[in-house]
Each structure stands twice: as C-alpha cells, then as structure tokens.
C-alpha cells in the first residue's frame, strides 16, 4: 500500500539517468529492493545509512530508505524523492518517521511492488511530460485517415518534434508501405503481441524502423491481424512516456486492443467525406468511439455534395469541427513518386502545420 504525504517530485531530464540509491541493511528487504531495480532496468547504488560523499543523497534520482534505516537518515537534506520502504503493513510509527526524514510516499511490501517498479523505471528513462497522443479513425472505408495520420506524423517530426507513429489497424496494409519504408529494418507490430507490464519507452523508440525522422510502429506482411489488449495497452503507455508526439491510425471497429489505444488518446480526429452516406456511416463509428473517447472531433474532407459544407457534416455529428480537407489535386501521384503525405505544400500540410500550431500551443485544436 501506498500513501502519499506530499506530490512533489524531483525534476526530471530526457534520456536516461543513474539508478536510486538505497538505504538500509535488512538484506531480506534489499534483496527485494535489488529484484525491481533490475526489473526496472536500474543499477541502484546501496549504502547501510546516509552516504558520506558529497552530494550522493541530494543528485540521487530517487532514495529508497528502509524502515531500519530510518532512524539513521534522520537530518539529512530535505529533498523531494525519498520513499521509505518496509513490508510491516500495521507499524502505527510508520508515519511519524516517514515525516522525520521528509518522504514522499510510504511503501509497504509485496503490496506496492507494481507502482515502485514502475516510479524507478521512470527516473532511470527521464520521464518528463507525456506525449500528446492523436488517433485518427475513418467514418468510413476509404476516407483518407491513414493518409491523415502519416502527414500529421511527418509534420511534427518535421517541426522537429519527437514523434512517433503507431498503426492501430491491421487490416490497413501498413503505415511503413504509405511510407515506403517496408522494407527498413526494425520490429513491426507481431514483436511486440506478448507484451505485458511495462515496456521501456526507449528500447521502444530504438526498436523501431526510422522514416522520415519519426519512428514507425507498423505489421509486417504476415497473417498476424491481432492485438492483444496488453499489448496496445503496454506498447503505446512506452511510447507516451517519450515525450512529443504520438499518432495513432485506428480502424473503424473498436475491439479491445482498439478500445485500450482509445482510453490512452488526448484526443481523436474522425476524418468524414462530405456526403450524406458517409455522414450516416460515420455518425455510427462516433456513437461506439465515443463511448470510450471524451474529446473527439471531426475533419471533413471534400469534395462536398450539393448543399453539405464543413460546419453542417459536424453538426450533423454532434463534434467539434477540427478542420477541413479541400481536394488536393496531385497527392495520389506524389505518394506514389515516394513523396510521404503532408511532405508537399498543399491543403494537406496546411491542415497538419495548422492543427499542430493550434494543439501544441495550449490554444485548442478547434
């Protein structure tokens, strides 16, 4: 069990940091300790109280005190990051000298495990701010979400983000083809489908193929069409923990695997052509997204049919209007040249350029 005496965390720096310390001599409970930093992916670095060299308690970026220690760390600097760790669940002075030695948290083990794996794998990563996180879904068959999702990709990576795209719909034929990156190596979608617990956010990153400045999570041309809801749940939870921006391509149907990306999204991008048919077809997929997604909103595409414009497809729906989409004459042609989406002016990269500006800026993407 965990309680919190005060929220404040030590500040955190991208890329990959020291191990916590650890403080105490029960060598049963430091052996346990020493299981979830390796667990975690950390080398920690132990002491029986508080260390003598200048400095080791206060950059440490993460203190793990055992409750035999307590007592010894008592006067130490205060500091935010100091969890003190025991596994007596009744001990009515637990508290008293968590307060002594300025900790954050009380942990008591096996009970905690699970959430203090996971706090020191995200000091050993760097973890700062999450990712925003973008899923782009069709209301109907054909409607250029996946072309949407590889432009708005490339246009943040363009920008010089941090981006990362993920292919959500195995039946797509791959975001890596739309790309022309299928044939770069590095892990596709069928790598990842045992994935369960925790997956680190940079062997993520690393893993996967490069184009275009962003890395790529695609299927690769086998029979595999599943994931599982562990693994979209573990693998996109990774990519978030990196930072910038994450794109996610999701089918029309919600399955589990869908229904875990939609529970990890800030916000979806429902693309609709402007006819009444394609209306009625997306007011369906919107009714069963939105069951899972809060914000979603809505990007028409054009041409329009007679007596139909952007504002009246989103009424229609009930959404926000994201944007629109004119005719681009030309796209078809230049993608297949080579030329990824969104990569040449036109109404395309406007529409990426715009929402990005928009949605990364705090002013709304409305």
């Not at 096996?110 to 899923?135: F, K, N, S, Y």
């Amino acid at each position: 069990m965990a309680g919190s005496i005060t929220s404040e965390r030590p500040p955190v720096v991208e890329g990959r940091r020291d191990g916590p310390l650890i403080v105490t001599e029960d060598m049963e409970l430091l052996d346990d300790l020493l299981r979830l930093c390796a667990a975690a992916g950390a080398e920690p670095d132990v002491h029986h109280s508080v260390p003598e060299r200048s400095g080791s308690w206060e950059g440490a970026p993460l203190v793990l005190v055992g409750d035999d220690a307590a007592a010894r760390c008592r006067g130490a600097t205060r500091r935010p990051g100091v969890l003190l760790v025991g596994r007596d669940q009744d001990d009515p002075d637990v508290w008293r000298r968590a307060v002594e030695i300025g900790a954050d948290c009380v942990l008591r083990l096996p009970d905690a495990e699970g959430w203090l794996v996971d706090r020191i794998a995200d000091v050993v990563e760097g973890v700062g701010r999450q990712a925003l996180t973008v899923g782009v879904i069709g209301g109907r068959g054909g409607a250029g979400a996946s072309t949407l999702a590889c432009a708005l990709a490339v246009s943040a990576a363009r920008g010089g983000r941090r981006t990362m795209l993920v292919d959500g719909d195995p039946l797509g034929g791959g975001l890596d083809v739309l790309l022309g990156g299928e044939q770069v190596e590095g892990r596709r979608w069928p790598d990842f489908a045992a994935s369960k617990g925790r997956v680190a956010g940079g062997a993520l990153e690393e893993s996967l193929p490069e184009l275009h400045a962003l890395r790529v999570l695609s299927w690769d041309r086998g029979d595999s069409v599943v994931i599982p809801p562990e693994a979209m749940r573990s693998v996109l939870a990774a990519a978030r923990r990196r930072g910038g921006v994450v794109v996610v391509d999701l089918p029309r149907r919600v399955d589990e695997g869908v229904a875990e990306a939609l529970a990890q999204l800030d916000l979806g991008l429902l693309v609709v052509p402007a006819e009444l048919r394609a209306v009625a077809a997306a007011n369906r997929v919107a009714s069963t997204v939105g069951m899972v997604l809060q914000d979603l909103r809505v990007v028409v595409r054009g041409p329009y049919a007679a007596g139909l414009d952007e504002q009246w497809v989103a009424d229609a729906l009930g959404l926000p209007l994201a944007g629109e989409l004119p005719v681009e004459a030309g796209l078809l042609a230049a993608q297949e040249g080579g030329a990824p989406p969104g990569r040449a002016r036109g109404p395309l990269a406007r529409f990426c350029t715009a929402f990005w500006e928009r949605a990364l800026t705090g002013g709304g993407v409305s």
